[in-house]
């Protein structure tokens, strides 16, 4: 309980005194006398309380109060004059209040701890009446806990000078965490606080892997290798392959963020290291995971085409269980985290879009020796971080093969609909291919569709007319198929991970010979899938999506160069969070700036070797504060001050 600081503190010692300044969303503390008699009602079902109050300055406003009428009007008959937690709301001109929260007496004048809670599971006043009940005996044990972990670095005393809190105990820092003597004694407090768990974070980053042994594995079939390809590699893949194979060839078991963004050429970097790999002495085995069956069978087909030499072998959901799995090289899908796969350890294993896969997944073929290199266009924020504080290597690809561009735009409701519709209209017209992702494949039964006469519209009108209205709310394929197929008929396919294998192939090769020409499917096409003829996509509720998997989407268009356009379309309101995260992404194509923007944004999650939590609290010295980048910057001197002497021992 200790560890689960409050997320702000309501400054009761410092009310409103003016209801005119009060904050149109977040609830601020204002003391109100009640002017009326509270009159009970309802508002579109829901129960309601209305009265007139005054402020301390005179002003008189009428006040709404949600929730329990009985038990508010009970309360409001017990006082005159009360605090309250309350927001402003204008309309035509005139100011009105709604109440959140009557303060409890014992606060007034104090600052208030509100602590995270589930909403519609514990109410903030309970969660605030559970942790400081147990305060006292929570402490101590975490000073215990903290004492332990962090003096394997140095000795508190010293490591909280170093972290600006110079005179203090961990008893007192956690107390003023919680229930501080003043607004600059708690922010100091919460932030020591962060910077202890960021210290932690890595100490538990950095802790070895135990039993990891030396591998050297020869590389001197690289070059032979690289004149197998079809094409000559760009600057930036023959850096990659040449600093790969270096470290292969060091011998100490090496982890590798291949951080390339989407069409810098990963595929042919990776397939020349691990042709180099099969083909060195002693045997030598490579382990390619790929996130779904269509990738992997496009990897197997550009690896066998490129070294038609080798014995390398796909594995999916499909292949038989009897099936020799003894090749130095396989290339599958989950399916190769469930088959035996011989007796003999992978030197390598190659992680294809490590987002796509947990931490036990990607490792669960790493023997002591084995080098483990991963692919990614958009770090995950724990391999950000990982990358940023010296946990694993990064090799980074910037260069595309042929140059590109994106031009994205957010079209926000019905007008942003139009607006989208009348862009894409000729250029469908014109023999375009089209992908639409939606986020869900059917339809929820019964759910309206206030918005399906935007496709529908389009059969009746003329094609240079703009459509009146946007497509389903929820967006589904298969609501969306009839629409589609009625404005366009014998052009749209449809595409779902539900779909079998054959399907998925039958129906990317009418995208591909341009049979069909608009495609309508689920994020299916997220990764690695190539298009050569796409150069426009329609993303559906964008904001549903994380940055990653909107940049993989995105790299879907202009894989051949050329300009790439993206379309955001967002029926439903966002709030300021997810406008924010959009019109980021819409800003910038560079997938290394969109992960540093998402590790800022999600925070670093557990950065211990053995944790799975890849982005938020690393809920192991903090519960429910972000791993922050801010605070990891902050400690990272004194890391390095204290953990040198430590790793040459």
């Given at each position: 309980?200790?560890?689960?600081?409050?997320?702000?503190?309501?400054?009761?010692?410092?009310?409103?005194?003016?209801?005119?300044?009060?904050?149109?969303?977040?609830?601020?503390?204002?003391?109100?006398?009640?002017?009326s008699?509270?009159?009970?009602?309802?508002d579109?079902?829901?129960?309601?309380?209305?009265?007139?109050?005054?402020?301390?300055?005179?002003?008189?406003?009428?006040?709404?109060?949600?929730?329990?009428?009985?038990?508010?009007?009970?309360?409001?008959?017990?006082?005159?004059?009360?605090?309250f937690?309350?927001?402003?709301?204008?309309?035509n001109?005139?100011?009105?209040?709604?109440?959140?929260?009557?303060?409890?007496?014992?606060?007034?004048?104090?600052?208030?701890?509100?602590?995270?809670?589930?909403?519609?599971?514990?109410?903030?006043?309970?969660?605030?009446?559970?942790?400081?009940?147990?305060?006292?005996?929570?402490?101590?044990?975490?000073?215990?806990?903290?004492?332990?972990?962090?003096?394997?670095?140095?000795?508190?005393?010293d490591?909280?000078?170093?972290?600006?809190?110079?005179?203090?105990?961990?008893?007192?820092?956690?107390?003023?965490?919680?229930v501080?003597?003043?607004?600059?004694?708690?922010?100091?407090a919460?932030?020591?606080?962060r910077?202890?768990?960021?210290?932690?974070?890595?100490?538990?980053?950095?802790?070895?892997?135990?039993?990891?042994?030396?591998?050297p594995?020869?590389?001197?079939?690289?070059?032979?290798?690289?004149?197998?390809?079809?094409?000559?590699?760009?600057?930036?893949?023959?850096?990659?392959?040449?600093?790969?194979a270096r470290?292969?060839?060091?011998?100490?078991?090496?982890?590798?963020?291949?951080?390339?963004?989407?069409?810098?050429?990963?595929?042919?970097?990776?397939?020349?290291?691990?042709?180099?790999?099969?083909?060195?002495?002693?045997?030598?085995?490579?382990?390619?995971?790929?996130?779904?069956?269509?990738?992997?069978?496009?990897?197997?087909?550009?690896?066998?085409?490129?070294?038609?030499?080798?014995?390398?072998?796909?594995?999916?959901g499909?292949?038989?269980?009897?099936?020799?799995?003894?090749?130095?090289?396989?290339?599958?899908?989950?399916?190769?985290?469930?088959?035996?796969?011989g007796?003999?350890?992978?030197?390598?294993?190659?992680?294809?879009?490590?987002?796509?896969?947990?931490?036990?997944?990607?490792?669960?073929?790493?023997?002591?020796?084995?080098h483990?290199?991963e692919?990614?266009?958009?770090?995950?924020?724990?391999?950000?971080?990982?990358?940023?504080?010296?946990?694993?290597?990064?090799?980074?690809?910037?260069?595309?093969p042929?140059?590109?561009?994106?031009?994205?735009?957010?079209?926000?409701?019905?007008?942003?609909?139009?607006?989208?519709?009348?862009?894409?209209?000729?250029?469908?017209?014109?023999?375009?291919?089209?992908?639409?992702?939606?986020?869900?494949?059917?339809?929820?039964?019964?759910?309206?569709?206030?918005?399906?006469?935007?496709?529908?519209?389009?059969?009746?009108?003329?094609v240079?007319?703009?459509?009146?209205?946007?497509?389903?709310?929820?967006?589904?394929?298969?609501?969306?198929?009839?629409?589609?197929?009625?404005?366009?008929?014998?052009?749209?396919?449809?595409?779902?991970?539900?779909?079998?294998?054959?399907?998925?192939?039958?129906?990317?090769?009418?995208?591909?010979?341009?049979?069909?020409?608009?495609?309508?499917?689920?994020?299916?096409?997220?990764?690695g899938?190539?298009?050569?003829?796409?150069?426009?996509?329609?993303?559906?509720?964008?904001?549903?999506?994380?940055l990653?998997a909107?940049?993989?989407?995105?790299?879907?268009?202009?894989?051949?160069?050329?300009?790439?356009?993206?379309?955001?379309?967002?029926?439903?309101?966002?709030?300021?969070?997810?406008?924010h995260?959009?019109?980021?992404?819409?800003?910038?194509?560079?997938?290394?700036?969109?992960?540093?923007?998402?590790?800022r944004?999600?925070?670093?999650?557990?950065?211990?070797?053995?944790?799975?939590?890849?982005?938020?609290?690393?809920?192991?010295?903090?519960?429910?504060?972000?791993?922050?980048?801010?605070?990891?910057?902050?400690v990272?001197?004194v890391?390095?001050?204290?953990?040198?002497?430590?790793?040459?021992?």
């Open positions: 309980m200790a560890l689960l600081l409050p997320d702000h503190h309501d400054d009761l010692a410092s009310p409103i005194q003016d209801a005119r300044d009060l904050d149109t969303k977040e609830a601020r503390p204002i003391g109100l006398r009640v002017m008699t509270p009159r009970a009602s309802f579109r079902g829901r129960p309601k309380v209305t009265l007139t109050v005054k402020d301390a300055v005179g002003g008189e406003y009428r006040a709404t109060i949600f929730g329990d009428t009985r038990e508010w009007i009970s309360a409001l008959h017990e006082v005159s004059h009360a605090y937690m309350a927001v402003a709301k204008v309309w001109d005139q100011i009105y209040l709604t109440i959140e929260e009557l303060v409890e007496s014992e606060w007034v004048g104090k600052l208030r701890p509100h602590y995270p809670a589930r909403r519609q599971q514990i109410a903030p006043a309970d969660a605030r009446a559970t942790v400081l009940k147990l305060l006292p005996q929570a402490i101590p044990r975490a000073v215990e806990f903290l004492s332990d972990e962090l003096s394997r670095l140095a000795p508190i005393s490591l909280l000078t170093d972290l600006g809190a110079q005179g203090w105990t961990l008893d007192q820092i956690l107390t003023q965490a919680h501080p003597q003043s607004a600059d004694h708690g922010h100091h919460h932030t020591v606080c910077r202890l768990a960021a210290l932690g974070a890595l100490l538990r980053m950095h802790s070895t892997n135990v039993g990891r042994k030396p591998n594995i020869s590389m001197a079939d690289v070059p032979n290798r690289i004149s197998q390809l079809p094409w000559a590699l760009t600057g930036d893949q023959q850096r990659a392959v040449t600093e790969i470290r292969l060839e060091a011998g100490a078991p090496a982890h590798i963020i291949l951080a390339g963004d989407v069409g810098v050429g990963k595929t042919p970097t990776v397939a020349v290291i691990c042709a180099a790999v099969a083909s060195a002495p002693g045997n030598r085995r490579v382990l390619v995971l790929s996130p779904n069956t269509l990738l992997a069978e496009q990897l197997h087909r550009e690896f066998s085409s490129f070294f038609p030499d080798l014995w390398i072998r796909l594995v999916t499909d292949t038989p269980a009897s099936a020799d799995l003894t090749a130095p090289i396989l290339i599958g899908t989950s399916a190769l985290l469930h088959r035996p796969t007796e003999t350890a992978f030197d390598v294993v190659v992680v294809d879009e490590l987002h796509r896969w947990s931490r036990a997944q990607r490792e669960l073929h790493v023997a002591p020796g084995t483990l290199i692919l990614s266009a958009t770090p995950i924020p724990r391999t950000q971080a990982l990358v940023r504080y010296g946990r694993v290597s990064v090799i980074e690809m910037r260069d595309t042929f140059p590109k561009s994106f031009i994205t735009t957010l079209h926000d409701g019905r007008e942003g609909a139009r607006a989208l519709f009348e862009a894409i209209t000729p250029a469908i017209r014109a023999g375009d291919v089209l992908l639409v992702v939606y986020p869900k494949r059917e339809a929820s039964a019964g759910t309206d569709d206030p918005q399906s006469s935007l496709i529908e519209g389009r059969a009746r009108r003329e240079t007319q703009a459509p009146s209205g946007g497509i389903d709310d929820r967006h589904s394929i298969e609501r969306a198929k009839t629409r589609w197929e009625s404005a366009f008929p014998g052009r749209v396919v449809t595409l779902t991970s539900d779909d079998d294998d054959a399907t998925k192939s039958e129906v990317l090769q009418k995208i591909r010979d341009r049979s069909a020409q608009i495609l309508l499917c689920t994020t299916v096409v997220e990764v899938i190539n298009l050569s003829a796409l150069y426009r996509i329609v993303i559906v509720c964008p904001e549903r999506h994380g990653m909107l940049h993989q989407l995105r790299g879907r268009t202009a894989r051949n160069g050329g300009e790439g356009y993206c379309e955001l379309l967002c029926p439903e309101p966002l709030n300021d969070e997810q406008r995260k959009l019109q980021t992404f819409a800003a910038t194509s560079d997938g290394f700036a969109l992960a540093e923007y998402d590790l944004r999600r925070g670093a999650g557990d950065l211990a070797p053995d944790s799975d939590r890849q982005s938020g609290a690393d809920n192991a010295f903090l519960f429910g504060t972000k791993l922050d980048i801010d605070a990891l910057d902050d990272a001197p890391w390095r001050r204290w953990a040198d002497p430590l790793s040459q021992e």
